[in-house]
């Protein structure tokens, strides 16, 4: 088990940047892949980006493909998502969580990720 806590959420104006972090307790995190999702209100929760165990293989969204970027620091049991040129529509409460089973491709699905933070919001002001 994993228990996963995100930070970095605020409030920036649109064209700004943010970077999220996520860490993790227990000496597994390296087995897991990792996710960011988010959810806007209103709306169904959706994948953002992944990252593979290691960190060789990502997979983005078409919405943040090119702005954002997801990476991994397995000997600091941290995930990170660097967002640049941020837009209003990127407002949503985003979330990191791990995915124990190994898939290729990566998952874009929630229901296949098990562990969960409890989110961080962020806020992109017109």
């Known amino acids: 088990q994993v228990q996963l806590v995100e930070s970095g959420g605020g409030l920036v104006q649109a064209g700004g940047s943010l970077r999220l972090s996520c860490a993790a307790s227990?000496?597994?995190?390296?087995?897991?892949?990792m996710g960011w999702f988010r959810q806007a209100p209103g709306k169904e929760r959706e994948f953002v980006a992944a990252?593979?165990?290691?960190?060789?293989?990502?997979r983005y969204a078409d919405s943040v493909k090119g702005r954002f970027t997801i990476s991994r620091d397995n000997s600091k049991n941290t995930v990170y998502l660097q967002m640049n040129s941020l837009k209003p529509e990127d407002t949503a409460v985003y979330y990191c969580?791990?995915?124990?089973?190994?898939?290729?491709?990566?998952?874009?699905?929630?229901?296949?990720?098990?562990?969960w933070g409890q989110g961080t919001q962020v806020t992109v002001s017109s």
């Open positions: 990252v593979t165990r290691g960190g060789t293989w990502t």
């Open positions: 227990g000496r597994t995190f390296s087995t897991y892949a």
């Open positions: 969580a791990a995915d124990p089973v190994l898939r290729s491709p990566l998952s874009t699905h929630h229901q296949q990720y098990t562990y």
